[in-house]
């Protein structure tokens, strides 16, 4: 041991010693690997989104093993010049963090209602939503303020529409939601270890104390939310660091106090995942990703008290029915929404959940749910920028205006388009046939609709 802390001290100079020293403690020998393996170049992976039907990245891919849309690459692009990236067809996803749609296969039926307490910025979201597809829903949440939008961002561009974002505490959701959950997922925030040959931050904000204070509010966080799973339901928890105090040991409390079984995980020996005593960790010398942790308890069945939900008295009623049959007509399943009215907003959310979602809108602060679909404007009515983005899209209901690549940046930049040969009036602007958002012919210039806040800003 003596002589791998030697080597790894040299190799690592940037690594915090403390951190060194507790790897070795809890790993033995093996720490010299891990502690080699972080100081070497992370490794990019994607996730396709069904919108796409093609890769077409101009490099090498590799599969990542245990998620069929996963995608190693062989150098890292400038995603922000890719018109697709910012159409959602793709997320910049870290490898280890997709083995969630194992533990999905494994334990959750596609028809159920899964929280993602602490969601964003979304990756781990968007899977979610992409293994439920309109069987399910998902309530993904953030309580930090500042990153609540990027997560909804990222929701609305992956355009599945079958997912409430929400900003509130886990005591909000324990004491409001009791028993609502089917599955819910606590990737927590964590000492980020997981992170370190990725993010500088990470190494310069760790220290033991940080470990301690992290593996309590972990504690917290679980304890206040726990009440929102149903008996029976699936804890899926997840960290992106190696200690054993925020993973192995809040997993024992875990299934100790609150009353939980730890379950097992399949997963081919090949993919280089280590199993410990409770939960799989990825470590980025044995599997090729950062450094994960993931465990799945079952809560235990014994308290049979059904969840109340009451339908809101007053649900709010379609302000200009006479606009229905038009916005039908911009969707491929027009009967599997609910459509809702806010204001001048018409928003779509699954018809399959309607009393669920609007008895939440009285309980939790929705930022969006499903997707926007109209607004009024003038004695009309005009789609939302979320239509153009979700995957029920009918495409046909507009003109299509394909771009080049240089003109799809522009218009992500919000430049107003000079373009001859375009339709007067509203149009859809797609990219290699997939949908961009929308904007208006005026005759002499076409304006751009595309929402400011998502704008590209430096290229
Ligand atoms: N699941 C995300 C993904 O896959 O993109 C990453 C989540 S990150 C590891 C942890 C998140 O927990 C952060 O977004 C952070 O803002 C949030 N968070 C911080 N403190 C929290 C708390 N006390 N309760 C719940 N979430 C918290």
Redesign the pocket.
Known sequence: MQKNMYLCKKFVSMLPVEFIESMHQQMGNEAGKLIQALETEPVTSIRLNSKLDVLTFPCDTDEVPWHVDGYYLSERPQFTLDPLFHAGCYYV??AS?MFIQQVLEQYVDPASVVL??????????T?ISEYLGSEGLLIS????RQ?VFI?SE?IQKWGNGNTVVTHN??TEFGERCRHIFDCM??????S?EGMFRKDEQARNEWSPRAVKQCAE?QR??LM??WDALKPGGILIY???TFNDEENEKNVEWMAETLGADVMPIDYDPSWGITEGNYGYHFYPHKAKGEGFYVCALRKYDDELNPAKIKTPKNPPAMQHPEYMPVMRNWLQHPDSWAIRYSDRFATAYPLKYKELIDWMSTQLTCISTGFGLGEERGRGIAPQHCLSMTKDLRKEAFPNVPLTRDQALSYLRTEALLLAGVPLGLVLLTYEGVPLGFAKNVGNRLNNLYPNEWRIRHL
Request: charged residues 25%.
């Open positions: 996803q870290e963090s993602d307490l602490c969601a964003a910025p979304g990756g781990k979201s899977l949440n953030e309580v930090v990153r997560l990222n505490t886990p997922l606590v990737d927590a925030p964590c980020g509010r917290r966080i206040d939310v997840s960290t992106c």
